[in-house]
């Protein structure tokens, strides 16, 4: 744990992030008394206090509504420095809008090509001393990039001090994964190559890519989704157990299973771009670009050698939903249905839109025969009120808990698997919007079932 923070700095405050999710982040956290600081928001605009306080209000009858009683803690404790990042001046304001504070937590909202400005002119005006560091995804564009990004940050913070955020890890059913593994007595021990067949993940999104055609077309779903939010995804349900409460063993033991991770080779994935991509505003001409990645992810642990995690991510697909299927080997002998009979044992954990978690079980059809139909056993939780990702995530940086981060050493790791597919790969198959993607797609899976999709009514089609 690193020292729990006394003010928070806002860079990009005037942004789409900070408009989308921070304020009403921080309007949620206020809500529930977690912050007792100043809040200093840093943009290029010529704005004053009352017009970031405006603007606050704005995102927040966007983005959830105005509580006016949490709106009326946070209001007072919202300050604005404007400024350039390149000048001096403007870090030599923030450090006085800052004081007396000691630990300020920095919170890097802006594009990633200009976080070794800021963080140098954080130094150079002594703002970085006792401090932390928030860095938004993408982190790096591959590798090389990521590392001489993570060397960087380690001139001038210590890894604790570094908060990088991946909003999956910040998700209550993706944390679930985790302890819905360890904390129940009939999972733990099947959990593994003996009784597993493959895993399966898939993030699907009905929509496309909603005017972030500059951003998309320099990135494609590997970098934007699956080398962040779907390999945490599958470290979550691979790793083995932390050995303590504390948050350093957690990161510990998810770094190891990303080491395990084998890089995939152009035989393991399937890219596909829909039809219309390019006719985007923003996306290139010819470009070549993926808005669809299917793929084989091997883990060499002991755990699960042989068990191949496939993983799925797509704009423009039928659904929109995130979901995990864990299917089970069968039953060796079938004395009672004929081999391959029903869907077998499955898991399916369903992570959004909504929650629940599933169990495909074999019973027993009514009737004079020994056969059986497929039955899932679905646990579903309502909770309304639960913590948004942002509200977790912010809240824990400020608290110095990095447990919910991505360290230095998973996100090279998780670049290392991707790295050897972003470049050099043939062309994407085409797609119609509104379909799983190329039809190729299919050729990833070995399993006779194939892919299994979503279906927004919680059912298997
Ligand atoms: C973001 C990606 O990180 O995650 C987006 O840049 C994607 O392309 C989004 O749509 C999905 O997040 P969520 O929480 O809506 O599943």
């Given at each position: 744990m690193t020292q729990r923070a006394d003010a928070l700095v806002l860079f990009g405050?005037?942004?789409?992030?900070?408009?989308?999710?921070?304020?009403?982040?921080?309007?949620?956290?206020?809500?529930?008394?977690?912050?007792?600081?100043?809040v200093v928001g840093v943009a290029r605009s010529a704005w004053t206090d009352a017009e970031l306080r405006a603007h606050a209000r704005e995102s927040l009858a966007a983005h959830g509504g105005v509580d006016e009683a949490a709106?009326?803690?946070?209001?007072?404790?919202?300050?604005?420095?404007?400024?350039?990042?390149?000048?001096?001046?403007?870090?030599?304001?923030?450090?006085?809008?800052?004081?007396?504070a000691m630990h300020p937590l920095h919170y890097l909202a802006i594009p990633p090509s200009l976080f070794a400005t800021v963080v140098e002119g954080l130094v150079a005006a002594g703002c970085a001393n006792g401090a932390s560091v928030v860095v938004e995804k993408p982190f790096?564009?591959?590798?090389?990039?990521?590392?001489?990004?993570?060397?960087?940050?380690?001139?001038?913070?210590?890894?604790?001090?570094?908060?990088?955020?991946?909003?999956?890890?910040?998700?209550?059913?993706?944390?679930?994964?985790?302890?819905?593994?360890?904390?129940?007595?009939?999972?733990?021990?099947?959990?593994?190559?003996?009784?597993?067949?493959?895993?399966?993940?898939?993030?699907?999104e009905a929509f496309g890519i909603e005017g972030r055609g500059r951003f998309y077309d320099e990135v494609g779903a590997i970098r934007d989704v699956v080398q962040n939010h779907l390999l945490q995804v599958a470290a979550l349900l691979a790793m083995e157990a932390p050995i303590q409460r504390s948050p350093e063993t957690a990161r510990d033991e998810r770094n190891r299973l990303f080491r395990a991770m084998r890089p995939l080779t152009a035989r393991d994935v399937v890219r596909?771009?829909?039809?219309?991509?390019?006719?985007?505003?923003?996306?290139?001409?010819?470009?070549?670009?993926e808005t669809f990645a299917a793929l084989r992810l091997?883990?060499?642990?002991?755990?699960?050698?042989?068990?191949?995690?496939?993983?799925?991510?797509?704009k423009k697909l039928p659904v929109t939903s995130t979901e995990v299927v864990v299917d089970l080997k069968r039953p060796p002998l079938t004395v009672f249905d004929p081999v391959n009979a029903g869907s077998?044992?499955?898991?399916?954990?369903?992570?959004?839109?909504?929650?629940?978690?599933?169990?495909?079980?074999?019973v027993k059809a009514p009737g004079e025969r020994m056969v059986g139909d497929d039955v899932e056993l679905i646990a579903r939780r309502q909770s309304p009120d639960q913590m948004t990702p942002y509200e977790k995530l912010i809240g824990d940086a400020l608290e110095g808990d990095a447990s919910l981060f991505a360290s230095s050493?998973?996100?090279?790791?998780?670049?290392?698997?991707?790295?050897?597919?972003?470049?050099?790969?043939?062309?994407?198959?085409?797609?119609?919007?509104?379909?799983?993607?190329?039809?190729?797609?299919?050729?990833?899976?070995?399993?006779?079932?194939?892919?299994?999709?979503?279906?927004?009514?919680?059912?298997?089609?």
């Open positions: 405050v005037t942004g789409d992030l900070a408009f989308k999710q921070i304020f009403p982040a921080l309007q949620r956290l206020a809500r529930a008394g977690a912050l007792d600081m100043p709106l009326a803690r946070l209001a007072p404790r919202l300050r604005y420095v404007e400024g350039d990042y390149q000048d001096p001046a403007t870090f030599a304001r923030i450090g006085a809008a800052l004081a007396p790096g564009h591959d590798l090389a990039s990521a590392q001489a990004l993570n060397a960087m940050l380690h001139r001038y913070f210590p890894e604790t001090a570094i908060f990088r955020i991946d909003h999956y890890l910040g998700k209550e059913p993706v944390e679930n994964l985790l302890y819905f593994r360890f904390a129940n007595a009939f999972v733990e021990p099947i959990w593994n190559r003996d009784h597993i067949a493959s895993v399966q993940i898939t993030m699907a596909g771009q829909f039809a219309g991509y390019r006719d985007e505003p923003g996306v290139a001409a010819g470009s070549q670009m091997m883990i060499d642990t002991w755990r699960w050698e042989g068990v191949p995690f496939y993983i799925r991510a797509g077998g044992n499955r898991f399916r954990f369903r992570l959004s839109p909504d929650v629940f978690i599933s169990l495909q079980a074999r050493d998973s996100i090279e790791a998780a670049w290392r698997v991707v790295d050897p597919v972003l470049a050099g790969m043939p062309p994407p198959g085409v797609y119609a919007p509104g379909t799983w993607g190329p039809r190729d797609a299919a050729r990833v899976v070995a399993e006779p079932d194939g892919w299994h999709n979503p279906t927004l009514d919680g059912g298997t089609p």
